[in-house]
T-cell receptor
Framework: GGIITQTPKFLIGQEGQKLTLKCQQN?????MYWYRQDSGKGLRLIYY???????QKGDLSEGYDASREKKSSFSLTVTSAQKNEMAVFLC??????????FGAGTRLSVL | AQSVDQPDAHVTLSEGASLELRCSYS??????LFWYVQYPGQSLQFLLK??????VVKGTKGFEAEFRKSNSSFNLKKSPAHWSDSAKYFC???????????FGDGTQLVVKP
């Protein structure tokens, strides 16, 4: 089996700071996703990528950048952290563009 | 437009009862439909999916779901429920013309021993 590794597990930032979240997968899946999960809510799609160097915007892409320089990695950048922002960012990959395999998440807190 | 609605934010039942978690969707064509589970402190795990064919699909952990095109629903079922089924359950939809997967807000299930 494979695994999706998200780093860091916890991220504390300052208002206005640029923050980068990383995701690595060893499934050899083509498609990767970034979702944001707010407390008590569902998942909202930020960016996805169907292959290396491809980027597709989701519904929540404003305020974020993404990068897929290798098939195995997909990074997400918060371009300017918002004060009191708290959320969990989930990375996922898919072998068939429907079944998702999720990482453990990165918990973001902005002071 | 694609959307998923899980009308019940919380469901509580006793161990041994039958559980049914509701999910309805909005999509102009035939969708792919999914259920995922999130146990406390963990990330989401895949339970089952409907792509085509039989409208009743079976997944892991004894769960099954029925796709009903007539009322755009994909309800999750299990009988009997066990206390270890307590978790948050998410219904999701993918349009066949794109790779965008939309999630509902989830249903928090509590099964009392």
């Amino acid at each position: 089996g494979g695994i999706i590794t998200q780093t860091p597990k916890f991220l504390i930032g300052q208002e206005g700071q640029k923050l980068t979240l990383k995701c690595q997968q060893n499934f050899n899946h083509d498609t990767m996703y970034w979702y944001r999960q707010d407390s008590g809510k569902g998942l909202r799609l930020i960016y996805y990528s169907i292959t290396e160097n491809d980027l597709q915007k989701g519904d929540l892409s404003e305020g974020y950048d993404a990068s897929r320089e290798k098939k195995s990695s997909f990074s997400l950048t918060v371009t300017s952290a918002q004060k009191n922002e708290m959320a969990v960012f989930l990375c996922a990959s898919s072998p068939d563009q429907n079944t998702l395999y999720f990482g453990a998440g990165t918990r973001l807190s902005v002071l | 437009a694609q959307s998923v609605d899980q009308p019940d934010a919380h469901v509580t039942l006793s161990e041994g009862a039958s559980l049914e978690l509701r999910c309805s969707y909005s999509y102009s064509a035939a969708p792919y439909l999914f259920w995922y589970v999130q146990y406390p402190g963990q990330s989401l795990q895949f339970l089952l999916k409907y792509i085509t064919g039989d409208t009743v699909v079976k997944g892991t952990k004894g769960f099954e779901a029925e796709f009903r095109k007539s009322n755009s629903s994909f309800n999750l079922k299990k009988s009997p429920a066990h206390w270890s089924d307590s978790a948050k359950y998410f219904c999701a939809l993918e349009g066949r013309s794109n790779n965008r997967i939309f999630f509902g807000d989830g249903t928090q299930l509590v099964v009392k021993p």
